[in-house]
């Protein structure tokens, strides 16, 4: 063998060290990332929401921070109960989805409901703390939903000795809601349907109608090819194109979840991980269960049409609804609002909301369960 040769391959060899070196290198930096990751999310999954506080950050005598694990419908099912005072009226929010928790949404829009209410985030069969690989698919119903729901306002009756509670529905919670109201009146104070969901379809409809004139005002031509190429229709339904360009377009045109979520990433996802009443496998579970629970649903909420099979209520029924909102048409909602009988009813418009008022506005949302829900009436109502 030359001098060259031998000179050659002992380069080729530094080479691949140094390469080789180089590879380790990035594998250390990269799982030393990885592992501070994982440390900073356990940190932030304590599992257990925090102490409720007074304005001097004292924890307040008396109070109720807890999550709870309580046998609903033959399975455990989880929810987080919060309340400065036990004695003051239970709410029991039903979160939207199906399958989407939102004890989350405090984290970037506190309510301080907590402070006027018992209020109680369940999170629903099949989601979040209640997510499990064993549920059986079959239980996976309407009717079973409607039990569950009305199963979990027996238990808070029970527990907090109140004889009729309040029922706050949103968005996939409202269409579940209203028919819970329905089936079991007795239970209920009254009802309130946020972003009051009516006929689906016809609102992907408007909302695709909608964003294609807004987008083509704003001259962008690309979203405007995205739409175009996504169909929506009451006789084909949706296409699998609109499903993957609708969070996006709504949220980038201010209608979506709320006025300032930008995306689904920074608005929702990253703050589920935020979250530390949750665990680590909680967190995992919400989205395990938002893909799980949303096929046994979806379709038939889609087709229903609530203003045709449901408007008598013997309980007081209230919509708030957001301006802006394009996920659940308001102009929808409005007109099956006239079309509902109940003993009190009273809509209210948020004029600086999409889908969510009761995190976008509070204290609006506050004012009006206080001086009108709980009371009855419905002196600040828009419309009667």
Same mark, same amino acid.
């Given at each position: ?22 590879? !380790?290198?990035?594998? !250390? ?16 999954? #304590? ?7 007074? #304005? ?141 969901? !009516? ?7 408007? #909302? ?30 949706l296409s699998p194109a609109w499903m993957r360009v609708r969070d996006r377009a709504m949220h980038s045109a201010g209608v979506g979840h709320t006025r300032d979520i930008d995306s689904v990433i920074t608005g929702i996802f ?71 009988? #109940? ?42």
């Amino acid at each position: 063998m030359g001098r060259n040769e031998t000179h050659g391959n002992d380069a080729a060899d530094r080479k691949r060290r140094r390469l080789k070196r180089a590879v !380790v290198a990035v594998l !250390v930096v990269l799982a030393g990332i990885l592992m501070i990751g994982i440390a900073a999310i356990i940190a932030v999954s #304590a599992g257990h929401p925090a102490p409720l506080r007074d #304005a001097e950050d004292a924890i307040i005598p008396g109070s109720v921070s807890e999550r709870v694990s309580v046998q609903i419908g033959g399975i455990p099912q989880g929810m987080f109960i919060q309340s400065a005072d036990p004695a003051n009226p239970v709410l029991l929010f039903l979160h939207g989805g199906p399958g989407m928790t939102e004890f989350f949404m405090e984290q970037n829009y506190p309510t301080g409901l907590e402070h006027h209410f018992t209020m109680v985030w369940w999170e629903q069969r099949g989601a979040g703390m209640s997510f499990s690989a064993d549920i059986p698919p079959e239980t996976m119903t309407m009717q079973q939903m409607i039990a569950d729901t009305i199963e979990v306002a027996d238990y808070l009756r029970a527990r907090f000795g109140q004889d009729r509670i309040l029922l706050f529905g949103h968005s996939w919670g409202s269409y579940l809601g209203i028919q819970v109201a329905a089936a079991a009146p007795d239970r209920f104070l009254a009802y309130v349907g946020m972003a009051q969901i !009516v006929n689906q379809l016809r609102s992907e409809v408007m #909302a695709h109608d909608y964003l294609l004139s807004a987008y083509r005002a704003r001259g962008d031509r690309a979203m405007v090819r995205r739409l175009e190429a996504a169909p929506v229709s009451m006789e084909d339904g949706l296409s699998p194109a609109w499903m993957r360009v609708r969070d996006r377009a709504m949220h980038s045109a201010g209608v979506g979840h709320t006025r300032d979520i930008d995306s689904v990433i920074t608005g929702i996802f990253l703050p589920v991980w935020r979250e530390r009443a949750y665990t680590v496998m909680d967190k995992i579970n919400v989205w395990r269960g938002k893909l799980w629970s949303r096929p046994f649903f979806w379709e038939n909420l889609l087709r229903d049409d609530l203003q045709v099979r449901l408007t008598e209520f013997e309980v007081p029924v209230y919509f708030f609804v957001g301006r802006h909102d394009y996920t659940a048409n308001p102009t929808l909602s409005r007109a099956y609002f006239e079309a509902i009988q #109940a003993p009190t009813k009273g809509f209210y418009v948020f004029e600086s909301s999409a889908h969510s008022p009761l995190f976008e506005e509070p204290e609006r949302a506050t004012e009006i369960l206080l001086n009108d829900v709980v009371r009855g009436m419905n002196a600040l109502a828009d419309l009667r």
